[in-house]
């Protein structure tokens, strides 16, 4: 399949988020990004909604933050609580830039170009340009989850190798086989006889059926993987469903890293595997391959047997 490349940019308005924490109001603020950032995943939802391990973005940034005052950051910036307790106990108005020295974060003045003082965060805060770094996102934090939390129903015919998080409603059906940790939204039905690697977070009322194999990937919420089907170190959006037989290609047979197409130009991504970018509301026909780091759009569908060589962007 052939498609010409559009380039897509998505602005959050900015916001001020007042959540209530050991017992006393902090504000922070969300300010749009700066710099263009490629968003292929959700049409009409902003930055912050994206899901990675059972949460949204926005959900972590405020908890990042907690307890920080008068905290501004980017909207597409991801900062560690670490990060953010060194501003914190720095000098106000100070600004925090990434080890490139992008301004990601500042404290004690709404204007960022009025910090005089500066620090600089760990390789950890950075911003988020990309999709595919919501992988590596997702992959850290649950790869950190020590407790599992069963809400659901899980079948004593399944096998579990891990940690898991399974929300309420949900049924884990016999023979299902889970290694390593996997977060499992609201009302999903895992199985029967599917293959589940970590570090992989599944959203609200999603269906992952028969010889399925998913691995360390983000399934948005209502999206169904039904039969026969490999998802690889992908990001899948909302409301997506992969025909019988979909397979996300992930390695590259010369084994370097994969470079994505980005406003012309080909990216480096660091990642040595990675599958694909599915934006909400997709669709793919029976038998469908698609390319390693290939994208699709909202909404984009592919007919039985199509082959996704090049991005589906419009």
């Known amino acids: 399949m052939q498609s010409s490349h559009k380039h897509k940019q998505m602005r959050l308005p900015q916001q001020s988020i007042t959540p209530l924490a050991s017992n006393q109001f902090f504000t922070m603020t969300i300010h749009p990004a700066k710099e263009t950032a490629f968003w292929p995943l959700h049409q009409d939802s902003p930055v912050g909604s994206q899901l990675i391990a059972g949460r949204t973005l926005l959900d972590f940034q405020q908890q990042q933050a907690k307890g920080i005052e008068n905290a501004h950051q980017l909207e597409n910036a991801w900062i560690t609580s670490e990060d953010w307790q060194m501003l914190a106990a720095s000098i106000e108005p100070i600004a925090l830039k990434s080890t490139s020295g992008t ?7 709404p204007d960022p170009k009025s910090c005089n003082n500066e620090v600089t965060a760990s390789e950890s805060s950075f911003l988020i340009r990309y999709p595919w770094e919501f992988i590596q996102i997702n992959e850290d934090i649950v790869t950190s989850i020590t407790e599992p939390d069963h809400k659901g129903e899980v079948s004593p015919a399944a096998h579990i190798d891990g940690v898991i998080h399974v929300g309420e409603g949900s049924k884990i ?7 390593g940790n996997i977060m499992i939204g609201k009302n999903c039905k895992i199985g029967p006889n599917c293959y589940l690697r970590g570090s992989t977070t599944i959203g609200d009322d999603c269906h992952i059926g028969q010889a399925v194999e998913i691995k360390n990937s983000i399934i948005g919420h209502g999206s169904s993987v039904g039969h026969l089907s490999y998802v690889g170190d992908s990001v899948i959006g909302n409301k997506v469903n992969f025909g019988a037989g979909t397979i996300t290609s992930n390695l590259r047979h010369d084994g370097t890293n994969h470079r994505s197409l980005v ?15 599915v934006g909400d509301g997709s669709h793919t026909g029976i038998l469908t391959a698609i390319y390693p780091g290939r994208k699709l759009c909202p909404n984009a569908i592919t007919h039985p047997n199509d082959t996704v060589r090049t991005d589906i962007l419009e």
């Open 263 to 277: 406003c012309d130009s080909l990216i480096d991504t660091g990642r040595r595997k990675f599958g694909a970018i």
């Open 103 to 109: 301004l990601l974060a500042w404290a004690g003045n």
């Open 173 to 179: 059906l016999p023979g299902v086989v889970i290694e």
